[in-house]
């Protein structure tokens, strides 16, 4: 899976921009996801938004957004690294937000991180949580940090203890994407039988499918609200509307199962 840290900040020599190189470089270390990029706001040349965006004949100015919406298309989870300015969020990263249809952001989880010169960065936490999600769709995780007195001596001020924290919540967000990004129902190789010392349910798949029909897990939006939950198991009912996907899988001892898992995603 990829992570994208979003530097918030327009200046280019901003603290956002060195608070996400110290994600980027953390996270190069640990490399709980297997890819990383770093948009870095004061280095990226994005227009304002206007509606010339929706003309089918693009104005060039568009063509720089494109390569910067597909590159955000890519990634599986954000970090958002946000200054508070004047108690609000800085104004390019709100025109970001804006210009992200549902499919830059849509569904993935994000972790926010505010920064602040004083004691503040809660208002551009709650600025975002409250409206910043609202046509894109990102999913704000409830972990959240606010970095307090980031300056010293021109540069940033990162304790060892908030540097773990901070590795910490790159794992929370790492579990997020990993367990939203299954949004198929999904074949698995068993066929429908009784769990070990269970007794057996007769149900109504059975009668068109057969008594041995392949488990499906996972939920789908395609089968509306009911059905769009992750715990759901059953079975395909013959009908159009029941879109399946299927896990690859391998066998593997116990512990480079959990490796695996750790390193693969
Ligand atoms: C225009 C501007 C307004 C600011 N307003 C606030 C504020 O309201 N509250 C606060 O805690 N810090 C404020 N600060 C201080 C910033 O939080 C701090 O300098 C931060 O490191 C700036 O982030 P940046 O370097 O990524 O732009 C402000 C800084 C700037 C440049």
Redesign the pocket.
Known sequence: MKLGIISG?H?SH????KVGDFFYSLERTKKTFKHTEHFHLGNLDIPIWDESIWNEAKDPKWHKWNLISQSLMSIDAFIIVV?????MV?PKLKNLLLLCSDNELAHKPALLVS???????TFCISELRSSGYKNNKICFIPEHLILHN??KDGNINISSQLSDRMEYCINVLHGYAYYLKAFVEEYTSDSYRPYQSGTAVYDDLMLTEGSHYKVARGGSFTRFRDLCRTRRRHGRYNSPLYIMGFRMAENLDRYSAVTSLHHNF
């Open positions: 900040s200046r901003s603290n956002s921009g200054p508070e300015w004047g108690g800085p920064i602040s010169a004083g004691n503040g960065g980031i300056e």
